[in-house]
């Protein structure tokens, strides 16, 4: 059996630092404290990284993110076989929708972004769901059912905390109009006592979770787990809506380009053929993710306003596509009854001596 210290740092796909700064988003935990403590410190002071800083991050991270997705679909043969109208019918159904909606933003845009709002926390928590499902079984547990839907409930407590966040343009400021909230005390105290519940729990469920796992099997999660779940809960609960979203945004962002270059390099170096170093693959790929997602985030917008469209609607249009597009996507090509997806996540010993 492995020590105590073994289960405790998992099994990592690179190292444990690589894993636990960038997958496990121990530096966006780190970037949160120092926005908290400075807003206590000082209350008028503003978290948000300077422009600046901010276009290269969601250009290296974010937009490569989304690309990544698109590029890992059509580059795998299994792909658009197991999965072709994924592949060929949905773009078409994609265009047709974004068509309509930058024609139309007020009637059908708005409902396009309410969508897109309201389903990227989802996907956030639906990530770390599956991220700490690839590191329990790579640590060795032996997840029951119980055990997978109390690891999944406990990834979604930030986005139901988000939901309930009273933001006009997401979640339950959808349904119920927000200066409706603020007019009656008691929908607003009872709506304030369940993002409270909903606060509390997201740091108490990963500790009976913990406990739980270690009463039936002896042994503990890798503790890349919790620190995922703290990250995604601290985006939420700690920061305002608007801030959370950028932070939670480009953690993401990082968090999915990281396991998706270990996937991609891993295949790649497992291929009989191959004659290159895990470099050459990973810098490769990224390269393509980074160009694909400056065409797709700073290039195709215009081609609506060269149409005739307003260059705002186009850009929000076209920015909550993407996402859906993605959340789609990504949906399908993670899921293990794909072949490469087992073999990926298992250490074979010609990938392991390579990488």
Partial sequence: MKSIRQQLVGNCFLHPAWDYLLIGGFWSILLTLYWLVGRVADPGRDPY???????????????????????RLYSKPTYLKEFSFLAFGFPVV??????????????????????????????????????????????????????????????????????????????????????????????????????????????????????????????SLPLIVLTMMVANGLWWTGLSFLDAFVIATIAHGIQYVAIMLIYHVREQLAEPANKHSWAFHAGGFYAKCVVLGYALFNCWPFIFVWAGAGLAESMLMVIATINLHHFIVDAYIWRLRVPENQKALVDPPAVAKTA
Avoid at 110 to 120: D, E, H, K, N, S
């Fill in 94 to 219: 994609t265009m047709a929708v974004l068509s309509v909606c930058v024609m139309f933003p007020g009637i059908f845009g708005r409902y396009l972004q309410v969508i897109y709002l309201t389903w990227a926390p989802f996907h956030y928590a639906k990530q770390i769901y599956g991220l700490s499902l690839m590191y329990a079984f790579r640590g060795g547990s032996k997840l029951g059912s119980v055990d997978k839907r109390l690891i999944y409930w406990t990834c979604m407590i930030p986005f139901l905390y988000a939901v309930m966040s009273g933001s006009s343009h997401m979640g339950l400021g959808w349904l119920i109009p927000v200066d409706l909230i603020n007019s009656n005390s008691l929908l607003r105290s009872g709506l304030n006592s369940i993002k409270l519940v909903l606060m509390v729990l997201t740091f108490i469920m990963p500790i009976v979770l913990y406990w739980r796992i270690w009463k039936t099997q002896s042994r």
């Fill in 49 to 71: 990284l300077n422009p600046d800083q901010l276009v290269w991050l969601v250009l290296f991270a974010t937009s490569a993110h989304f690309a990544a997705s698109t590029i």
